[in-house]
């Protein structure tokens, strides 16, 4: 059988796909563009009304595209909108995400040896450069008990929930044994990994096994809510010897403390401030990304000039801006004072233009610097330690480590 993913959305639902895949292998299937698939697999998110309409609008297109084609849908949209996502064309059957894993089982693939040694793609596994992948996403986590006044992701991913520190390691293991020097490490709420468990542990205890028991990989830790990087866990990235990549992704969302305190954001803007100076302070060079929504209901003229006050001065490398989304079922859908759609566009443009100004300044100051990377696509592009993506001249295989020294526009040579 020939089948084919679509993933939208985050991280966590790039790493389910990634297991999916592995799964549908192992029975024999083939991975093949969706044009050409016998089942596609569409791995749905919700974060806001236009990642809905992505979903149905790609479904449409393969039934489309593809008319003999059968549609598996699952992720989020199709959690929260069932029968929305069934009266599409060509849906099979809507799984929900505490049922994604187990949806090879639904595909009509019969079982097979899962690591078979014998011929053909029975049993074949996923290694670096399978379907242009060179970093492999790890999901150590899934679900929310955070019930931030604007997210519906609680509702469509349950509790939170961890993967045991053992299969971790284990999984880990597996991975660099198959090739791969990179591994970003994922969950939906991923600082509050290991709470749930019968025997509680925390995030920072993971990191500390994984250091010690799996050798020759670069571990990059996903999102993390700004109040689970601690100190500790910022200086055991900063004492690994590059085990942990100098990169971090603390979603602010706002900068006024009376939009976090309607966002149910449990922090303020100063705790986060000295969140971030932290970091620099100890690792010079990482890369700091942060999320920023616009238009919260209730957000006023001040509310968003907070933004541009704070934002530029920020040691912030990345921005990715979010205009408000209502989410039916949410906190926030029921507060009356909306903002108007031209408001947020215009906010959001305004944030876009201060994260690109931060993307140039985070990149001028790498400027003669050598960073460890690794190489990507057909050799000829590297990415940093400290996520920035280089081009550098011909020579290099795909998934190579390499120094390089950093110079202008984006380019780079060997050190």
């Given at each position: 059988?020939?089948?084919?993913?679509?993933?939208?959305?985050?991280?966590?639902?790039?790493?389910?796909?990634?297991?999916?895949?592995?799964a549908?292998?192992?029975?024999?299937?083939?991975?093949?563009?969706s044009?050409?698939?016998?089942?596609?697999?569409?791995?749905?998110?919700?974060?806001?009304?236009?990642?809905?309409?992505?979903?149905?609008?790609?479904?449409?297109?393969?039934?489309?595209?593809?008319?003999?084609?059968?549609?598996?849908?699952?992720?989020?949209?199709?959690?929260?909108?069932?029968?929305?996502?069934?009266?599409?064309?060509?849906?099979?059957?809507?799984?929900?995400?505490?049922?994604?894993?187990?949806?090879?089982?639904?595909?009509?693939?019969?079982?097979?040896?899962?690591?078979?040694?014998?011929?053909?793609?029975?049993?074949?596994?996923?290694?670096?450069?399978?379907?242009?992948?060179?970093?492999?996403?790890?999901?150590?986590?899934?679900?929310?008990?955070?019930?931030?006044?604007?997210?519906i992701?609680?509702?469509?991913?349950?509790?939170?929930?961890?993967?045991?520190?053992?299969?971790?390691?284990?999984?880990?293991?597996?991975?660099?044994?198959?090739?791969?020097?990179e591994?970003?490490?994922t969950?939906?709420?991923?600082?509050?990994?290991?709470?749930?468990?019968?025997?509680?542990?925390?995030?920072?205890?993971?990191?500390?096994?994984?250091?010690?028991?799996?050798?020759?990989?670069?571990?990059?830790?996903?999102?993390?809510?700004?109040?689970?990087?601690?100190?500790d866990?910022?200086?055991l990235?900063?004492?690994?010897?590059?085990?942990f990549?100098?990169?971090?992704?603390?979603p602010?969302?706002?900068c006024?403390?009376?939009?976090l305190?309607?966002?149910?954001?449990?922090?303020?803007?100063r705790?986060?401030?000295?969140?971030?100076?932290?970091?620099?302070?100890?690792?010079?060079?990482?890369a700091?990304?942060?999320?920023?929504?616009?238009?919260?209901?209730?957000?006023?003229?001040?509310?968003?000039?907070?933004?541009?006050?704070?934002?530029?001065?920020?040691?912030?490398?990345?921005?990715?801006?979010?205009?408000?989304?209502?989410?039916?079922?949410?906190?926030?859908?029921?507060?009356?004072?909306?903002?108007?759609?031209?408001?947020?566009?215009?906010?959001?443009?305004?944030?876009?233009?201060?994260?690109?100004?931060?993307?140039?300044?985070?990149?001028?100051?790498?400027?003669?610097?050598?960073?460890?990377?690794?190489?990507?696509?057909?050799?000829?592009?590297?990415?940093?330690?400290?996520?920035l993506?280089?081009?550098?001249?011909?020579?290099?295989?795909?998934?190579?480590?390499?120094?390089?020294?950093?110079?202008?526009?984006?380019?780079g040579?060997l050190?």
């Amino acid at each position: 059988m020939k089948f084919s993913i679509i993933t939208f959305g985050c991280r966590v639902n790039q790493a389910d796909s990634l297991q999916l895949e592995q799964a549908l292998q192992s029975r024999g299937g083939e991975s093949v563009s969706s044009d050409a698939a016998d089942v596609v697999i569409v791995n749905t998110c919700s974060v806001t009304a236009s990642a809905d309409q992505g979903a149905r609008q790609t479904i449409r297109r393969i039934a489309r595209e593809n008319p003999d084609v059968r549609i598996f849908a699952t992720g989020c949209y199709a959690t929260r909108r069932p029968d929305e996502v069934a009266a599409l064309p060509n849906l099979v059957r809507v799984v929900r995400n505490d049922l994604k894993l187990e949806l090879a089982e639904y595909t009509g693939l019969s079982t097979a040896e899962r690591f078979s040694g014998g011929d053909g793609p029975c049993g074949a596994s996923i290694g670096p450069g399978t379907r242009g992948r060179t970093a492999f996403t790890l999901r150590v986590q899934t679900g929310c008990d955070q019930h931030c006044s604007y997210c519906i992701i609680p509702t469509t991913r349950g509790r939170g929930r961890s993967v045991p520190i053992a299969d971790v390691v284990r999984e880990s293991s597996r991975v660099a044994e198959a090739g791969f020097k990179e591994i970003a490490l994922t969950g939906v709420h991923l600082g509050s990994y290991g709470r749930d468990l019968d025997t509680p542990t925390s995030l920072i205890e993971l990191l500390i096994r994984l250091q010690a028991a799996v050798r020759g990989v670069t571990f990059r830790i996903s999102s993390l809510e700004p109040m689970d990087c601690t100190p500790d866990l910022v200086d055991l990235v900063a004492q690994s010897g590059g085990v942990f990549a100098p990169h971090f992704h603390l979603p602010l969302q706002h900068c006024s403390d009376r939009m976090l305190e309607a966002m149910r954001r449990p922090y303020t803007v100063r705790f986060y401030r000295d969140l971030v100076e932290r970091i620099v302070d100890r690792l010079p060079h990482a890369a700091i990304g942060s999320d920023m929504i616009v238009g919260f209901p209730g957000e006023t003229g001040d509310d968003f000039l907070a933004n541009v006050e704070y934002l530029p001065r920020s040691p912030l490398s990345h921005l990715h801006v979010f205009p408000y989304s209502d989410r039916p079922g949410t906190a926030a859908s029921t507060i009356g004072e909306k903002v108007g759609g031209e408001v947020i566009r215009r906010r959001a443009a305004t944030l876009r233009e201060i994260g690109t100004a931060l993307a140039k300044r985070f990149r001028d100051r790498q400027i003669g610097t050598i960073r460890p990377g690794l190489t990507l696509e057909d050799g000829t592009a590297v990415v940093t330690d400290n996520y920035l993506k280089v081009k550098i001249p011909a020579g290099q295989g795909r998934n190579e480590r390499v120094s390089i020294r950093l110079l202008d526009a984006g380019a780079g040579v060997l050190a």
